[in-house]
């Protein structure tokens, strides 16, 4: 249980996705200009991530891991190379599948994502979390720790990006920083700030 | 050859003109995660323009095929597949750099600067111009990438491409590496300044203010 509170907090904190891992950087800029399109953002990332990489934990060990298929008489069949087109596939599905779940039972929050949902697919944070699982071998529950605490660290750093870009809206900045020069800057002051967290987990 | 003009622009456009990177805002998940060092940046570079390349002539060859409403899943597959070619051989022959790279070669699937420009291009266009635009896009993608690892590996390492450059202070030269230029911050900072000083250079890229000081009134009397 311990460790799993403690693989939260790393998933979300030490290895933030978008800040120490670059992961989903397109969105991460793209969407932050408003806070109120960030925190969309970020629930969204938080129930794609938390969905898809449990499930594409199940589908990689009873499918495609090296020895998955013993059962069958296959025992050296390794189908490892498929998992980039499996889980995309699945990431896809997942998307669509939320979509239409949130479009017929809650239109509400579905008027609230808007463009989001669709963008999640291409998500590289997203289909980074998968490939992480895959090579850092969590197991089930793990899996699924480890995807809400990736989509709750994106979820923080992008309302905090968005909060701060409102605010410097009002700035007067030398022309060529304003916009995508300046967010650079301060996404690169919020990665000096969450490398602290790196600190914590040595000690 | 009348089409020449209208193909040479194509091509050298993306390269700072209207740069994916950094004014497309397009791809730059990898562009920042690989770049501590020139090679790994190098190889990045590489993978990706193929993939481009490649994709963008298939999808153009089978542009007027695709129905509208499958579209985006048929165009990731295709570049799947690619990805997972280029995965495989940099694996066999480059296990080094593989290594350093890890997921991110797998990550050019969802780079976004892929899809980007087959939706935006190859699938209205034919397949030489689709090519040429995705050779253009990936040079520019390149372009950044090498700039960055460059600087990155030059002041973090002292070194270029592994061999030493800039004598380091316990080798009994004059230069202490900045582990900073190592680290996650630096890129976004590095990024930050090139879009500045290309915008500078290119003042027509510059964004339009959000707001703007409310005139002041002249007579005060």
Known sequence: MNDLAALFLRAAFVENMPLTFFLGLCTF?????????????????????????????????????????????????????LSLIAFIGVIAAVVQLLEMVLDRFFPAIYTAFGVFLPLLTVQCAILGGSLFMVERHYDLAQSAVFGLGAGAG?????????????????????????????????????????????????? | MPARPALWSVLTDPLVRQNPVTLQILGICSALAVTTSLATALTMSAALTAVVVMGAGMISLIRNHIPNSIRLIIQIVIIASLVIVIDQLLQAFLPEISRKLSVFVSLITTNCLVLGRSESFARLNPPIPAMIDGLGNGLGYSLVLIVIGAVRELFGEGALLGYQVLPLVDQGGWFTPLNLMLMAPSAFFLLGGLVWALRSVLPEQVEPPEHSAPAIAEDRA
Do not use: E
Not at chain 1, 48 to 67: E, K, M, Q, R
Not at chain 1, 71 to 79: E, H, R, S, V
Not at chain 1, 164 to 186: N, S
């Open chain 1, 29 to 81: 800029i793209a969407l932050s200009r408003r806070p109120s399109s960030a925190v969309g953002l970020g629930v969204a990332m938080m129930a794609v991530l938390g969905v898809t990489v449990p499930l594409n934990h199940l589908i990689y060990t009873a499918l495609l891991a090296p020895g998955a298929w013993g059962w069958a008489g296959m025992p050296a069949l390794d189908l490892s190379y």
């Open chain 1, 154 to 203: 994106f979820a923080v750093a992008v309302i905090m990006l968005g909060a701060i870009r409102a605010r410097l809206a009002y700035a007067d900045l030398p022309g060529g920083l304003r916009g995508l020069g300046i967010t650079f800057v301060i996404a690169g002051m919020m990665s000096l700030g969450f490398s602290a967290f790196a600190q914590m987990v040595a000690s």
